[in-house]
């Protein structure tokens, strides 16, 4: 069923998965062995979720073989850490192998209490469903603090969910507002075609050379295990310190790889800093990343005033027809990044067989 698919009316189904990121395909690899129906909504044109809309240069910080959906190593790249477009054909290639029911491009708009189901809406027709997994990510909800006279500045304003390349801002003034790997790559790569100033709350933390997005997930499973055993280990270096990739090694070697602290206020032209002095500014690229993408489940009044669902593993506590995987922390240690999704998506699908098996034998 991958492709454009045609208007629906209605259609049923055991499962349906929102969403065909990283998190949506593993959740789909474990689907695969139960014996229920299940398809997989998403809502862009081809595969690759957010990755379709990664800046073009964008590089993983982990090999290959660290940045691997279940069952299917990723293919290594012949450049060092995968690009962006390694992962589109990856999971492009993933889909293929294990003949994923994905439905594209199919907008979810609300998922609504039915009679004995859940009922998932979209502007492709309405999907009753015995169970919903949500699996869609934060991309589609780019987070901008609001900052004193935002509203004022007349210049260009992007987030980095919407930034491509460097040529837009060539010989302009340019405030990178952001201390993650987003920003670090971004600036290492305007500052070479504008005058660039990196703005981030706290001083950047900077990983030593030699360590990649495999020695983080180490350190951050490390972290997790001493948390869940009562324990204060603090390893160094965690999932968003900034990795060393050539192109931020390449900044720092020209000198621009340096920040400075927040500014006082926005202009019409520019900016103040809190000494007071006043910054021309053409635009700010804003890397200061996403909030969790629920819209759709807010029918089902269980969204909480910070923005999260209420949990039990994956499992939502007051829809107990609703898992959510890979969106973050609070869904599964990890559960954000490639590789860590799997080990959420498996017990997920495991609670899921179990539901449905219950509900079976007592049918």
């Known amino acids: 069923m991958n492709g454009h698919t045609a208007l629906v009316e209605r259609q049923e189904f055991d499962i349906v998965v929102i969403g065909a990121g990283q998190a949506g395909l593993a959740v789909s690899y474990y689907l695969r062995r139960t014996p229920w129906s299940w398809t997989v909504l998403d809502g862009e044109v081809g595969p690759g979720a957010a990755w379709r809309h990664g800046w073009d240069s964008l590089r993983l910080f982990s ?10 190593p990723m293919p290594a790249s012949t450049e060092g850490t995968p690009t962006r477009d390694d992962v589109l054909d990856y999971f492009a290639a993933y889909e293929a192998r294990y003949t994923l029911p994905i439905q594209r491009p199919v907008r979810v708009q609300a998922v609504r209490h039915g009679d004995g189901a859940l009922l998932v809406e979209s502007d492709r027709g309405h999907y009753r469903t015995r169970v919903v997994v949500s699996a869609t990510g934060t991309w589609s909800t780019p987070y901008i603090p609001r900052y004193p006279g935002h509203e004022l500045f007349q210049g260009i ?51 030593p050379d030699d360590v990649d997005g495999r020695v983080l997930f180490e350190r ?16 160094a270096g965690g999932l968003g310190d900034i990795v060393m990739v050539p192109s931020v090694k390449e900044a720092r070697a020209r000198g621009v790889l340096h ?31 996403f909030r969790w993408a629920l819209d759709h489940l807010a029918p089902l009044s269980i969204i909480e005033a910070d923005g999260q669902i209420a949990v039990s593993g994956t499992r939502a506590v007051r829809e107990p027809r609703l898992w959510l995987v890979g969106y973050g922390e609070w869904t599964g240690f990890a559960s954000a990044t490639i590789l860590g999704v799997g080990r959420t998506a498996r017990a997920t699908v495991a609670e899921i067989d179990a539901l449905l098996q219950a509900g079976h034998d007592h049918a």
Request: include cysteine; proline fraction near 8%; charged fraction near 15%.
């Open 63 to 72: 090999p290959a073989q660290w940045s691997s959906l279940p069952g299917w």
């Open 157 to 207: 304003q992007i987030h980095s969910a919407a930034y491509h390349t460097p040529d837009l801002f060539a010989g302009q003034r340019v405030l990178i507002v952001g201390g993650g790997n987003s920003g670090a790559q971004i600036l290492a790569e305007v500052s070479q075609v504008a005058q660039t100033t990196w703005v981030t709350p706290e001083p950047p933390h900077f990983l």
């Open 220 to 235: 951050a499973t490390e972290r997790f295990r001493s948390m869940q055993e009562g324990q204060l280990i603090e390893p």
């Open 259 to 289: 920040s400075v602290r927040l500014f006082r206020t926005f202009t019409p032209d520019g900016v103040i800093w809190p000494d007071g002095r006043a910054m021309q500014v053409d635009a700010v690229i804003w890397c200061t990343g």
